[in-house]
């Protein structure tokens, strides 16, 4: 491994506040301390936080509506991550957006989406606007496979791919969009092939493999940089949840569940440190209790958050502009 | 007479009608195995089979475009978009293709298909899966629009548009899946273009439906401890409407107070107040008042969902101040 031990260590302690966070939302969902509904991360943080790590702090994300991961992976706050689900006045998005709709802008994390695949044109005018902005910025942009079957995704490759855009899409096969099977509803079984379509370079990779995830993202990373244009990167993973929180997960069965679960990328990457003596059992249970203290600190956090002032409720609809002055605003 | 869930109520209006006539197929995102999102399709796809009750992809634009290619051609489709802020990205099949046809085409053809959908808020799940967009779709000349707010009205209402033949935008409430009510066992179809009186009251009128029809009958239940008799209508379906129903009531009440879920702007509840102003404006005692859900984005958080939407008390103060 050609990473140092602290980046090391530091992918591994990302992929637990990612699994510890997931199954503590679970835990408040069942309280009915968060409301409303959460689409948990959990079993696919090698793609999130191998992806995250192939990329540069300046560089942008685009997500989905299974959206936590990829927060994190880019930088975000458990408190104010799990205050946000809480619907909290201290939420990154002052509790407006909730789970669906974690975005942490500062951080180059462009947003989540509860529309699927609409965060896949907006990935390609970001791309645009690093290229003609000359920033030498590319956008990872993250959707699953049930997207990749929507319009707009296929309109988006194009566009990217005519432009030679500095973006790379990160399809997260987790093999089913809410109930239905990918190979029930796409036509090609790697959702990778789409990219020929559109002339555009793919690759598959093992998405319970966080090195993999990195080193393949990396590839696709140096070719956008370099101004080659748009990659389709396949990762081929699972959820370990049902879809949302009611779902009885009639589709798939108790063996593939308990396949996927001794893929777990957490215990592979663990077992990988110890096997080549970087860290020791002992180690890894530490950061595992220091990952565990963290989401507890940012349950507290967000329990004791107090809601947002009703009075605020339609801060921020319009941004500042002359038209304020127009009948006292009243024109709104 | 026995009492069946909202949901319920729709699944039998299908499964009748699936069984009557076999033209009937359901398409739509986790309609079959999942038995949809919030379960109003549980039951076809064992009952009637994968031909006709097919899992879709998440494609939007084609499953309505797809259910319109049937409907052309001598299918009755019933395609299922699980939230309504999804039919944005189905808008160009509905409002370009389902809504014109007919009519660009010289009436040489007709697009019986029924869009099924949900909407409203109350869950907590934000700003892209809690609108009202029915104005939208009320706008637009070629469809019909039917929001069912009881379990009764939910079968008669589902299984009369599945019999009509034009393209019928279906809207339930996300908040009503679960309330349960009286439901015949008989085959009954409630005619699309039917209000319905669901209290009587001479002292104002309220229009409502949906959802906040619920709301209205719970804000006219108080209004009655302060003597005002308010009479509530349901329109049911929007497109038609049913105006004679609600200008017989303003004859009768010379006040009207119209409240709806949807963002104020451009709401259905202007064009209803419109309307009577054209039709009715010598029945009115007092402007016409609207109650909707505020201009805003629905957002997550609890106490701002609630802040957003109408509730009881501001139908009753509404009332008041068109009854002072
Ligand atoms: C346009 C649109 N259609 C349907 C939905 C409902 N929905 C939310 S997530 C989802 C499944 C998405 O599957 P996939 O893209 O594979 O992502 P995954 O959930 O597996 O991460 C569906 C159908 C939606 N949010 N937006």
Same mark, same amino acid.
């Given at each position: 491994?050609?990473?140092?031990?602290?980046?090391?260590?530091?992918?591994?302690?990302?992929?637990?506040?990612?699994?510890?966070?997931?199954?503590?939302?679970?835990?408040?969902?069942?309280?009915?301390?968060?409301?409303?509904?959460?689409?948990?991360?959990?079993?696919?943080?090698?793609?999130?936080?191998?992806?995250?790590?192939?990329?540069?702090?300046?560089?942008?994300?685009?997500?989905?509506?299974?959206?936590? $991961?990829?927060?994190?992976?880019?930088?975000?706050?458990?408190?104010?991550?799990?205050?946000?689900?809480?619907?909290?006045?201290?939420?990154?998005?002052?509790?407006?957006?909730?789970?669906?709709?974690?975005?942490?802008?500062?951080?180059?994390?462009?947003?989540?989406?509860?529309?699927?695949?609409?965060?896949?044109?907006?990935?390609?005018?970001?791309?645009?606007?690093?290229?003609?902005?000359?920033?030498?910025?590319?956008?990872?942009?993250?959707?699953?496979? $049930?997207?990749?079957?929507?319009?707009?995704?296929?309109?988006?490759?194009?566009?990217?791919?005519?432009?030679?855009?500095?973006?790379?899409?990160?399809?997260?096969?987790?093999?089913?969009?809410?109930?239905?099977?990918?190979?029930?509803?796409?036509?090609?079984? +790697?959702?990778?092939?789409?990219?020929?379509?559109?002339?555009?370079?793919?690759?598959?990779?093992?998405?319970?493999?966080?090195?993999?995830?990195?080193?393949?993202?990396?590839?696709?990373?140096?070719?956008?940089?370099?101004?080659?244009?748009?990659?389709?990167?396949?990762?081929?993973?699972?959820?370990?949840?049902?879809?949302?929180?009611?779902?009885?997960?009639?589709?798939?069965?108790?063996?593939?569940?308990?396949?996927?679960?001794?893929?777990?990328?957490?215990?592979?990457?663990?077992?990988?440190?110890?096997?080549?003596?970087?860290?020791?059992?002992?180690?890894?249970?530490?950061?595992?209790?220091?990952?565990?203290?963290?989401?507890?600190?940012?349950?507290?956090?967000?329990?004791?958050?107090?809601?947002?002032?009703?009075?605020?409720?339609?801060?921020?609809?319009?941004?500042?502009?002359?038209?304020?002055?127009?009948? $006292?605003?009243?024109?709104? | 007479?026995?009492?069946?869930?909202?949901?319920?109520?729709?699944?039998?209006?299908?499964?009748?009608?699936?069984?009557?006539?076999?033209?009937?197929?359901?398409?739509?995102?986790?309609?079959?195995?999942?038995?949809?999102?919030?379960?109003?399709?549980?039951?076809?796809?064992?009952?009637?089979?994968?031909?006709?009750?097919?899992?879709?992809?998440?494609?939007?634009?084609?499953?309505?475009?797809?259910?319109?290619?049937?409907?052309?051609?001598?299918?009755?489709?019933?395609?299922?978009?699980?939230?309504?802020?999804?039919?944005?990205?189905?808008?160009?099949?509905?409002?370009?293709?389902?809504?014109?046809?007919?009519?660009?085409?010289?009436?040489?053809?007709?697009?019986?298909?029924?869009?099924?959908?949900?909407?409203?808020?109350?869950?907590?799940?934000?700003?892209?899966?809690?609108?009202?967009?029915?104005?939208?779709?009320?706008?637009?000349?070629?469809?019909?629009?039917?929001?069912?707010?009881?379990?009764?009205?939910?079968?008669?209402?589902?299984?009369?548009?599945?019999?009509?033949?034009?393209?019928?935008?279906?809207?339930?409430?996300?908040?009503?899946?679960?309330?349960?009510?009286?439901?015949?066992?008989?085959?009954?179809?409630?005619?699309?273009?039917?209000?319905?009186?669901?209290?009587?009251?001479?002292?104002? *009128?309220?229009?409502?439906?949906?959802?906040?029809?619920?709301?209205?009958?719970?804000?006219?239940?108080?209004?009655?401890?302060?003597?005002?008799?308010?009479?509530?209508?349901?329109?049911? *379906?929007?497109?038609?409407? +049913?105006?004679?129903?609600?200008?017989?009531?303003?004859?009768?009440?010379?006040?009207?107070?119209?409240?709806?879920?949807?963002?104020?702007?451009?709401?259905?509840?202007?064009?209803?107040?419109?309307?009577?102003?054209?039709?009715?404006?010598?029945?009115?005692?007092?402007?016409?008042?609207?109650?909707?859900?505020?201009?805003?984005?629905?957002?997550?958080?609890?106490?701002?969902?609630?802040?957003?939407?109408?509730?009881?008390?501001?139908?009753?103060?509404?009332?008041?101040?068109?009854?002072?």
């Amino acid at each position: 491994m050609k990473e140092s031990k602290e980046e090391l260590i530091g992918y591994l302690r990302k992929m637990m506040d990612i699994r510890l966070f997931e199954e503590k939302v679970m835990e408040l969902l069942a309280r009915n301390i968060i409301k409303g509904a959460s689409h948990l991360y959990a079993g696919e943080e090698a793609v999130a936080v191998g992806a995250c790590s192939a990329i540069e702090e300046d560089d942008y994300i685009t997500s989905t509506h299974r959206g936590h $991961g990829h927060c994190l992976a880019k930088g975000g706050k458990l408190p104010e991550m799990m205050a946000e689900l809480c619907g909290k006045a201290t939420g990154y998005c002052k509790g407006r957006g909730g789970s669906m709709h974690i975005a942490d802008v500062t951080k180059g994390n462009l947003g989540a989406t509860g529309i699927v695949a609409s965060n896949l044109p907006v990935a390609v005018g970001a791309a645009l606007s690093a290229k003609m902005r000359k920033t030498n910025q590319v956008v990872l942009c993250f959707f699953g496979d $049930g997207a990749s079957n929507n319009g707009i995704f296929h309109e988006s490759l194009n566009m990217a791919a005519v432009w030679k855009l500095p973006v790379v899409f990160v399809c997260e096969n987790n093999l089913y969009g809410m109930s239905v099977a990918a190979n029930r509803c796409s036509a090609v079984q +790697d959702m990778a092939d789409k990219a020929k379509a559109y002339d555009m370079p793919n690759m598959i990779c093992d998405g319970m493999d966080i090195l993999d995830v990195k080193e393949t993202i990396k590839k696709a990373v140096e070719r956008a940089r370099k101004g080659d244009g748009p990659t389709l990167v396949e990762c081929k993973t699972y959820r370990y949840f049902g879809h949302s929180r009611s779902d009885p997960r009639a589709y798939r069965t108790k063996e593939e569940e308990k396949e996927w679960r001794n893929k777990c990328p957490i215990k592979q990457f663990s077992k990988k440190l110890t096997d080549n003596k970087i860290l020791t059992e002992e180690e890894i249970a530490q950061i595992e209790k220091q990952a565990e203290e963290a989401v507890e600190s940012a349950e507290k956090f967000a329990i004791e958050s107090p809601y947002p002032d009703v009075r605020e409720l339609m801060d921020d609809i319009y941004a500042p502009s002359p038209a304020d002055l127009l009948n $006292g605003g009243a024109i709104r | 007479m026995r009492e069946i869930l909202y949901k319920d109520a729709l699944v039998e209006a299908m499964q009748e009608e699936m069984k009557r006539d076999d033209r009937v197929l359901v398409m739509g995102e986790d309609v079959a195995i999942y038995g949809g999102a919030y379960g109003a399709t549980k039951g076809l796809y064992e009952q009637f089979g994968e031909e006709r009750v097919r899992d879709t992809a998440i494609s939007e634009s084609a499953i309505v475009g797809a259910a319109i290619g049937a409907a052309i051609t001598g299918m009755r489709p019933i395609a299922e978009i699980m939230y309504i802020d999804f039919i944005t990205q189905a808008m160009d099949q509905l409002v370009n293709q389902a809504a014109k046809m007919r009519y660009m085409f010289g009436g040489k053809t007709t697009v019986p298909m029924v869009l099924r959908t949900e909407g409203g808020a109350g869950r907590c799940i934000a700003a892209h899966h809690s609108q009202s967009l029915e104005a939208w779709i009320m706008h637009v000349p070629g469809l019909y629009l039917v929001m069912p707010s009881t379990p009764y009205d939910a079968k008669g209402l589902l299984k009369a548009s599945i019999r009509d033949d034009n393209p019928v935008v279906f809207i339930e409430h996300k908040m009503l899946y679960a309330m349960k009510g009286e439901v015949p066992e008989t085959d009954y179809i409630i005619p699309l273009g039917v209000a319905d009186i669901k209290k009587k009251g001479s002292d104002v *009128t309220i229009v409502a439906y949906s959802r906040q029809l619920h709301v209205a009958m719970e804000a006219a239940a108080e209004l009655e401890k302060d003597n005002i008799s308010a009479e509530v209508i349901d329109p049911r *379906t929007l497109k038609p409407l +049913d105006l004679d129903a609600i200008l017989t009531s303003v004859k009768k009440t010379s006040k009207l107070v119209i409240v709806s879920e949807g963002y104020k702007t451009c709401n259905v509840a202007s064009e209803i107040a419109m309307l009577v102003m054209e039709h009715g404006f010598d029945l009115l005692d007092a402007p016409v008042k609207r109650v909707c859900a505020v201009d805003v984005p629905v957002p997550m958080s609890p106490v701002l969902e609630d802040a957003a939407i109408p509730n009881k008390q501001n139908v009753i103060n509404a009332v008041k101040e068109v009854c002072q």
